[in-house]
């Protein structure tokens, strides 16, 4: 007997910027819009777990789109790409977000993003607090230098294959084979644009003179980091969490840098708790 999935994508035409995107989602759920961003160089099937998780879908619209150039987003349409250089910058990455809640009218979402989604989860609640109910990010930090590095593109090194086994080195050995595998295999697929989001990452994201200025009582900010996450440690994300206004930092135990697909029954129970926290703080 065939078993169809929920789950259901679409295409929605966004102008950003003055560049005009398409971008896929996937979606499932009904109440709260929760928005979910990948990580660096990857695509909204990081996600799955999260997308069909039935119980969390009865009260949350489970939305996780691929950036544009990621997964089923192509780069920008209405402009010669291909002749310059993509580095994703801070100011253009949360226009891209807002933009995209607006296309689909999303009321008061939530916004949950892992690695350099989870460092733009910052600064959305930095820049937009007034279009969030709360973010969540996930293995984030306000600064991670060191990592935008021309060999991510350099012809004698097969950049699909150095970020899969870099990826498989940020796993926790507790996580199940299966899924530590399937999250390599999304890394083999997306290398083109690793370097370019790592500008954000690593340059265009500074946030250690700003932590202050975000409220979190005004957009709540749960973040989480697995104990096992070298790239953002545990230390550096409460560090982070400390500074920020009734900021709230849980630490996800036997779990690394990619806790939604290496181990999302783990993650799961972080994320719960989470979610908790954010409808206490905001009275739903």
Sequence with gaps: MARHSPVTGRYVTIEVDGL????????????????????AGCHNHQWRGLLEDEEITKNYNVIAYDLARHGKSDPPLNVEWWKSEYKLTAEHYVNFIVKFCDALELRDPIFMGSSFGGNVALQLALHRPDRFKAVIPVEAADYAPGFFLDWWRHPHANAAQVCASGVWDLMAPQSPDRDRWLTWHYYTQGAEVFKGDLYFYSVDHDLRRQLADIDGKRCPVVMMTGSYDYLTPPEATENTARQIKNGVYIEMTDIG???MSENYPLFRVYLKEALRIIRERTGD
């Design 20 to 39: 005009e995107y398409k971008v896929f989602y996937l979606h499932n759920g009904t109440g709260t819009p929760l928005v979910c961003q990948h990580t």
């Design 257 to 259: 840098h990619f806790p």
